[in-house]
Each structure stands twice: as structure tokens, then as C-alpha cells.
């Protein structure tokens, strides 16, 4: 039978990465004064510690 499984968009996780070294290895870093959330880039590599994750 014709059974079509959709998927969910609002389940779709997308990982946060660093817009500096792309990489993934970044926790939550508390909240800015406007709330938006900030994170914390992990890699040692990296030179950005913290940012803010910004979608248009
Ligand atoms: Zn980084």
C-alpha cells in the first residue's frame, strides 16, 4: 500500500558549528542580554571562544 513516511522538520537537529573553524565541538555558553544563545567553540585551534549563533 501506498504509505509514505514524512519526515518532521521540526525534528531536523543541525548541529552548531563554529563559524570561525566550522567545527563541531561547541557547548552552550549561556545567553546574551538580547536572549539569544550563546556557544562556546571548544577547539583549542580555534581563535573565536564564543559566539553567537545567528539564522537568517
Ligand atoms: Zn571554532
Redesign the pocket.
Known amino acids: 500500500m501506498g504509505q509514505s513516511f514524512k519526515a518532521f522538520p521540526s525534528m531536523v537537529l543541525e548541529p552548531t558549528h563554529?563559524p570561525?573553524?566550522?567545527?563541531i565541538d561547541?557547548i552552550q555558553h549561556g545567553k546574551t542580554a538580547a536572549g539569544k544563545q550563546r556557544y562556546r567553540?571548544q577547539?583549542s585551534a580555534?581563535k573565536?571562544s564564543t559566539f553567537i549563533q545567528d539564522y537568517s
Not at 570561525?20 to 567545527?23: Q, Y
Open positions: 563554529c570561525s573553524c566550522d567545527g561547541v567553540c577547539n580555534c573565536r
